[in-house]
């Protein structure tokens, strides 16, 4: 009777000790072994046996990740101060760099993110970064990625999400804003004066060389201005204007 007891309770123990190795990874996730702590093998989704006690399992999820780069004030290349924040898109390509060679890849990565978008947006002018924005991003993220290749990490894309100017140089480029549509306006005023012009010149010409013609528009005017009854007209035709001045 003791005996089986004895055997009933190796063989749960022995049942809990396998049941206990084996581990289940998502499709979405990767992993890697350490037998009596030195590195053994990768481990993919499905069932996984790890060896309880001598055994042991590290697991990291490799869909893409985002890191809000909080504002940080950057300096320009011409001396602006401005407020930048960003964000960082990235996934793990190799989990065993991701886990050996970096103790926290996340914080790894937000402070390098940090780091670079203050470096690249110092080595610009004020009016590029606000014109360039999207070949500033592709830099900011080149600088991540190739840094971040010793870590097993892929960075997707950063994007800039917000720059923030001082008070004082929103009302400065706010002022010039402004000067620029009213250079805009004059200018176009004054091109479509040169074409009205150059238009009465060639009707005046044409006019001139018709007497008929002339004495058409003469009538159509006198139509036109005809349909306002509060005013009165007198109008001399201009064969009798003719008459006076030969006198």
Not at 4 to 22: D, E, K, M, Y
Not at 113 to 138: F, Y
Not at 179 to 193: P, Q, V
């Amino acid at each position: 009777m003791i005996g089986g007891v004895f055997i009933f309770i190796l063989v749960l123990i022995v049942l809990v000790f396998i049941f206990g190795g084996i581990k289940q990874l998502m499709e979405y996730e990767r992993g890697i072994k350490f037998t009596l702590g030195r590195y053994s093998c990768d481990l993919g989704p499905g069932l996984n046996i790890v060896v309880p006690i001598f055994q042991s399992y590290q697991r990291v999820d490799i869909r893409v990740k985002t890191v809000d780069v909080p504002k940080q004030d950057c300096i320009t290349k011409d001396n602006v101060s401005v407020n930048v924040d960003a964000v960082t898109y990235y996934y793990v390509s190799d989990v065993k760099k991701a886990i050996l060679d970096v103790e926290d890849f996340y914080y790894a990565v937000s402070q390098l993110s940090q780091t670079t978008m203050r470096d690249v947006v110092g080595e610009v002018t004020l009016d590029e970064l606000l014109a360039n924005r999207d070949a500033i991003s592709d830099k900011i993220r080149t600088v991540i990625d190739k840094a971040s290749d010793a870590w097993g990490l892929k960075v997707e894309r950063v994007e800039l999400k917000h720059i923030e100017l001082p008070s004082d140089m929103q009302r400065i480029m706010a002022r010039e804003a402004e000067a620029e549509r009213e250079k805009r306006g004059i200018i176009i005023k004054s091109e479509g004066e040169v074409i009205a012009s150059e238009n009465l010149a060639k009707a005046a010409s044409i006019l001139a060389k018709h007497p008929g013609a002339m004495q058409l528009r003469s009538l159509q005017t006198i139509n036109d201005i005809s349909s306002d009854a509060s005013q009165k007209f007198i109008f001399f035709p201009i064969e009798m204007m003719d008459f006076f001045r030969k006198k």
